[in-house]
């Protein structure tokens, strides 16, 4: 009964060939029925020799690579792995994550009693990376604040380890290709979905995949500077939601702002200036900041938005 729910696993990769070996390895490892399950992957333009590697990959997955000759981003990647599935169920994996056994029939039986969600499964850092003020934060930032089986804003979904019906994704026109760059095209596809398909969001602990990709403090920091653009797009599609995304106090002051608003970003930009953010930083780097570590971490990633909004705002009224 429970295999007639049938799912596609959507996985964009680039040059990860090593990481994608392992959570291939771990998905062909589900207890989920494997007749019931395809993957398709699209790889977006490697150099590696992925495609070569998942042609000839022995496994029992109905694995189904796709290549695309030009890099055209995550978006693009999803959507072209989309347009591909037959399963009436996506299950969202990146291809740096160890899913643990259960992932799948976790997010089947969750869309059992939640047939208009959107799942958030738990993504955390793989335990043999060590702890650090960087994995610390990354393990209780978003859904990780609530407990399993709670319903999520929608600005919290991300697409490492995530699951929607097929069919609300088709009717909302899927994810917008003009996301190039890191980040946010899958926050923005949440928040259509929610506003076009009456979706809900919520977070399922019991789905559970392990990040296998090392990640240093200056690397998430730089990832977040590059993310202002998209960030940027994301708040011009929906500018209702800026409060929201906790972002409209991060925005350069403008002759639009209110007292209020402008009090708001002067504040910002005061606590957020040079010698307090190189003092944090130095700080994180130096220690283990236990549970300090989500609000260090949230200090140093508000210094890098405010930065980055300011260049992008900049550089397109130049």
């Not at 089986?149 to 009717?171: D, E, K």
């Not at 993310?227 to 002051?253: F, G, K, N, Q, V």
């Not at 957020?272 to 930083?281: D, E, L, S, Y």
């Amino acid at each position: 009964m429970e295999a007639a729910r049938t799912v596609t696993v959507v996985m964009p990769t680039r040059d990860r060939k090593k990481l994608l070996r392992e959570t291939l390895a771990s998905l062909a490892g589900q207890t989920y029925p494997a007749e019931s399950i395809e993957v398709v992957v699209v790889d977006d333009c490697s150099s590696d020799g992925t495609l070569e590697f998942l042609r000839e990959l022995e496994t029992p997955l109905s694995l189904v690579p796709i290549r695309h000759e030009v890099n055209k981003g995550r978006a693009a990647a999803r959507n072209t792995a989309l347009r591909a599935a037959t399963g009436d169920l996506v299950v969202f994996v990146d291809d740096d994550m160890r899913c643990d056994q259960d992932l799948i029939r976790a997010h089947v039986r969750f869309h059992e009693t939640h047939p208009k969600a959107m799942v958030i499964g738990s993504a955390v850092q793989a335990p043999e990376l060590g702890r650090s003020t960087v994995f610390r934060y990354l393990d209780e930032m978003g859904v990780h604040k609530l407990t399993s089986g709670s319903r999520a804003p929608s600005r919290y979904f991300v697409t490492n380890n995530a699951s929607i019906p097929r069919g609300p994704i088709i009717a909302v026109g899927l994810f917008d290709e003009s996301f190039r760059k890191y980040g946010f095209e899958d926050t923005e596809l949440a928040f259509r979905l929610e506003d076009q398909a009456d979706l809900t969001t919520w977070f399922c602990g019991e789905a559970v995949a392990y990040h296998l990709h090392a990640q240093t403090l200056d690397g998430v920091l730089e990832k977040r500077r590059d993310a202002t653009l998209p960030l940027l797009r994301l708040i011009e599609r929906h500018p209702e939601r800026a409060a929201e995304l906790s972002a409209d106090a991060l925005m350069p002051l403008s002759p639009d702002d209110g007292a209020g608003m402008r009090a708001k970003k002067l504040l910002v930009r005061w606590a957020t200036n040079g010698p307090c953010f190189a003092a944090t930083r130095a700080l994180a780097r130096a220690f283990r900041l236990g549970p300090f570590s989500r609000r260090v971490m949230v200090y140093l990633i508000a210094h890098e938005y405010r930065l980055g909004l300011a260049e992008n705002v900049a550089s397109r009224a130049s």
